[in-house]
């Protein structure tokens, strides 16, 4: 089986916006393409589509996704994929706060946890981003194409801050962070 790839959280991570966003209003039938096709998945991440398959294929030997039974599509495995964020991810990918850069806020300083915490720090982390309006240290993203992904998408972001928390924080906010992204993932 080959090793996964940081781009894996962020595809499956889209994959659960999709169905969050479908279980709202349902996709309407229409011609073209369905929200889950390798070439839309390219074009809502910036990702290329051989990665993408590849990305899927590395997630369902993995178990990180499974197969639709009734569509096919490649489904998040959510509750393996929070505890593999969770325990495992920061392991994996860690993230460390780097030089000052404008970028697009994230971890403690994304809306998403803004308010839960109050930062020990002066300095809030950033993905760094051209189309960025704040200053702070960089963090770098799971992948390349994060910042885009995450400003067209605010459910993507809201999961992608929550999961960059987790691998910057220590016990205290990583225990917040795993809490408000489970609460998401998994709701009751």
């Given at each position: 089986?080959?090793?996964?790839?940081s781009?894996?959280?962020?595809i499956?991570?889209?994959?659960?916006?999709l169905?969050?966003?479908?279980?709202?209003a349902p996709?309407?039938?229409?011609?073209?393409e369905?929200?889950?096709?390798?070439?839309?998945?390219?074009?809502l991440?910036?990702?290329?589509?051989?990665?993408?398959?590849?990305?899927?294929?590395r997630?369902?030997?993995?178990?990180?996704?499974?197969?639709?039974?009734?569509?096919?599509?490649?489904?998040?495995?959510?509750?393996?994929?929070?505890?593999?964020?969770?325990?495992?991810?920061?392991?994996?990918?860690?993230?460390?706060?780097?030089?000052?850069?404008?970028?697009?806020?994230?971890?403690?300083?994304?809306?998403?946890?803004r308010?839960?915490?109050?930062?020990?720090?002066?300095?809030?982390?950033?993905?760094?981003s051209?189309?960025?309006?704040?200053?702070g240290?960089?963090?770098?993203?799971?992948?390349k194409s994060?910042?885009y992904?995450a400003?067209?998408?605010?459910?993507?972001y809201?999961y992608?801050?929550l999961?960059?928390?987790?691998?910057?924080?220590?016990?205290?906010?990583?225990?917040?962070?795993?809490?408000c992204?489970?609460?998401?993932?998994?709701?009751?």
């Open positions: 089986m080959p090793a996964m790839k781009q894996d959280i962020v499956l991570l889209k994959l659960i916006c169905q969050e966003r479908e279980d709202l996709e309407p039938a229409r011609p073209g369905s929200a889950y096709a390798v070439r839309s998945l390219q074009a991440l910036n990702i290329s589509k051989s990665e993408i398959n590849g990305s899927i294929l997630s369902l030997a993995s178990g990180l996704a499974i197969r639709d039974r009734q569509t096919g599509r490649p489904q998040p495995n959510r509750r393996s994929l929070l505890n593999f964020i969770v325990h495992g991810l920061k392991f994996v990918f860690p993230a460390k706060p780097g030089a000052m850069t404008r970028g697009m806020p994230t971890a403690f300083a994304a809306p998403t946890l308010q839960r915490l109050i930062s020990g720090g002066d300095y809030i982390c950033v993905w760094p051209a189309e960025g309006n704040d200053m240290q960089s963090v770098e993203p799971l992948f994060v910042p992904a400003q067209q998408d605010e459910r993507l809201e992608l801050a999961v960059d928390a987790i691998r910057l924080g220590n016990p205290r906010e990583a225990g917040l962070a795993a809490q992204l489970e609460e998401r993932l998994l709701p009751r």
